[in-house]
């Protein structure tokens, strides 16, 4: 079946570092794929997606590109903030999102020190 | 505003204590969804709801009930609590075939 596997954390970087969280899919079809974050003790947000090969997602300093070829969808962000830290998700919708379902990965927390 | 509702947010129960977990969307989405996130499993889905009516199992269904009843509210019932249903629990909505989803706040349930 449908998964994303995106890399163990926890991830401590200090302030202006820059951010890479590996995530990589398998799927059957063409699916969209996403970034959520969720900020201490709230729910979910979507952060940015992508419907299609080769579409770069991007929202407040943070990139992703939908790379077919590698399955991967790599969230990145080239100065990091205090105000980064929460846990990413990175997400697929089956089928180009004609359904509603996502499937999750298990997370990475990112710690951001001063 | 647009927002996904959850009630309670935390609750502290016993085994085999029914309880209910009450979910309300005010965006007029068909689909709704409910999952279970644990430390190391990420968010794993519990139940789905098309829309009124129609609802289906996610991945990890057993112990739960749902209902849609109305198009705003997505119920989780837990008929005989136990401890490893003790987690974090999120609602979310969306259009039906449609992304992304709203997700509410979260309900944090423990089960002594």
């Known amino acids: 079946g449908d998964s994303v596997t995106q890399m163990e954390g926890p991830v401590t970087l200090s302030e202006e570092a820059f951010l890479t969280i590996n995530c990589t899919y398998t799927?059957?079809?063409?699916?969209?794929l996403f970034w959520y974050v969720q900020y201490p003790g709230e729910g979910l947000q979507l952060l940015l997606k992508?419907?299609?090969?080769?579409d770069k997602g991007s929202n407040k300093g943070f990139e992703a590109t939908y790379r077919k070829e590698t399955t991967s969808f790599h969230l990145e962000k080239g100065s990091v903030q205090v105000s980064d830290s929460a846990v990413y998700f990175c997400?697929?919708?089956?089928?180009?999102?004609?359904?509603?379902?996502?499937?999750f990965g298990k997370g990475t927390k990112l710690s951001v020190k001063p | 505003e647009a927002q996904v509702t959850q009630n309670p947010r935390y609750l502290i129960t016993v085994t085999g204590k029914k309880l209910t977990v009450t979910c309300s969307q005010n965006?007029?989405?068909?689909?709704m969804s409910w999952y279970r996130q644990d430390p190391g499993l990420g968010l794993r889905q519990i139940y789905y709801?098309?829309?009124?009516?129609?609802?289906d199992k996610g991945d990890v269904p057993e112990g739960y009930k749902v209902s849609r009843k109305e198009k705003r509210n997505f119920p989780l019932i837990l008929e005989s609590p136990s401890p490893n249903q003790t987690s974090l629990y999120f609602c979310?909505?969306?259009?039906?075939?449609?992304?992304?989803?709203?997700f509410g706040d979260g309900t944090r349930l423990s089960i002594l």
């Open positions: 965006m007029n989405h068909e689909y």
């Open positions: 979310a909505s969306s259009l039906w075939g449609k992304q992304p989803q709203h």
């Open positions: 709801s098309m829309n009124v009516e129609v609802t």
């Open positions: 992508a419907t299609k090969a080769d």
């Open positions: 799927a059957t079809g063409y699916p969209s």
């Open positions: 997400a697929l919708s089956p089928g180009g999102g004609s359904q509603g379902n996502l499937i």
